[in-house]
């Protein structure tokens, strides 16, 4: 939403501030993780599913709140750690030479999209830099453990969580730049023309060159309207592939592993297929309940949840945290957190306060090389 504040150096959007009073909760900081059993099959496509509903076989959501679930078995996060890595499940299959398991039909995949979607409001400046500097040393190890041992190949794609429109304005001010999910590249707000990425996302190659690419196009600034992280997400993988423009066409590929990256000081306020002009004052309307975007990714890659992993960097599950005359921390993300629970055996929740995210980005790396090691045959 649109919020008043100081002006704060930004490298994202400029206006949109984050609420936290950096005061922690102090006993639900982070994410009391619902245990969840994962199956085929769950791929309702579109707004319909109430949250409370089943949203894959045998599990049941909490309510828009982002309240825990009833189920029994429940992992509690550690407010000590730099970041928490979700319960991956283990293969009982062997191993072959290569790192993939054998037998039957061989797992193990050979191609991974990463689609980090990045707040651009001007409260995420410092953590947009964290971000960037702590990427050459993941991209570093993901060279070393993915490209040359496993030869898997791999992209990067970065899009911001504005959903706004370029009609949509605060008295002829204030307007929106039209992303709605379209991946950063050179026809977008970039200042880095010798560093830009020659397509629209990033392919595998050296790493400095890597690096200084996802420098240009992950520092971004002008988001001043509602942080809507998942539905620029489903936009990007879906509409802005489809329709007339095919902007993203290209970029998902059906035999890849998925990574779905969020970094945002905010919770996610996504409303399904929000148009792009709205009344600024009143908001774009009920956010659209979580189970339905999980629905639909997990559609995208042929109803198979191991197909998809999920990696939220964000405020705590309730309360706040952070909070400084330079940066205002970030706010509660119950419907992120409520994500995350829907993929747990494929997640990773780092917070978005930390001063460094290099350790946290590594062991989200570890979770994406778990769940790699068991991707489902080709479709």
């Known amino acids: 939403m649109l919020r008043t504040c100081p002006l704060v150096p930004v490298l994202m959007f400029s206006l949109a501030c984050g609420s936290g009073d950096g005061n922690e909760s102090d006993s639900d ?14 791929t309702t496509a579109g707004p319909g599913t109430s949250e409370g509903e089943s949203g894959s076989e045998g599990t049941t959501t909490s309510g828009g709140s982002g309240s825990d679930s009833d189920s029994d078995s429940t992992t509690t996060m550690d407010p000590s750690t730099t970041g928490v890595k979700l319960d991956v499940g283990v293969d009982t299959t062997t191993t072959s030479d290569t790192g993939n398991p054998t037998g039957g039909d061989e797992l193990g995949c050979e191609k991974v999209d990463i689609l980090f979607v990045i707040d651009d409001s001007g409260s995420m400046s410092q953590e947009q830099d964290k971000l960037t500097d702590a990427f050459p040393q993941l991209m570093a190890t993901i060279d070393q453990e993915l490209v040359q041992e496993k030869n898997i190949d791999y992209r990067v794609g970065v899009m911001s969580t504005d959903m706004a429109g370029s009609d949509m304005c605060v008295l002829q001010f204030i307007c929106g730049q039209d992303h709605r999910g379209r991946l950063q590249h050179t026809a977008d707000r970039l200042n880095c023309e010798a560093d830009e990425p020659p397509g629209k996302w990033i392919e595998t190659g050296p790493l400095q060159e890597v690096s200084n690419q996802f420098r240009c196009i992950a520092s971004m600034d002008g988001g001043e309207f509602s942080e809507m992280p998942l539905e620029a997400a489903r936009a990007g993988l879906i509409d802005r592939v489809v329709d007339v423009e095919g902007y993203n066409n290209g970029f998902l590929r059906d035999d890849a592993l998925l990574v779905l990256v969020v970094f945002t000081d905010e919770d996610d306020q996504s409303v399904w297929e929000v148009p ?46 952070g909070g400084s005359q330079d940066d205002p921390g970030a706010v509660a993300s119950p419907r992120l957190h409520q994500f995350l629970e829907l993929n747990l055996t494929n997640a990773y929740y780092g917070n978005i306060c930390d001063d460094d995210f290099t350790t946290p980005l590594h062991e989200a790396l570890d979770v994406i090389e778990a769940v790699c090691e068991v991707f489902p045959p080709p479709m």
């Open 29 to 42: 900081t982070l994410p009391q993780i619902t245990s969840a059993t994962q199956g085929t099959g769950n």
């Open 276 to 321: 792009d002009n709205w009344d600024v004052f009143l908001g774009p309307g009920e956010p659209t309940p979580v189970i339905e975007y999980w629905n639909q990714f997990v559609d995208l890659k042929g109803g198979e949840p191991d197909r998809f992993v999920t990696v939220v960097f964000s405020g705590p599950k309730s309360g706040t945290c």
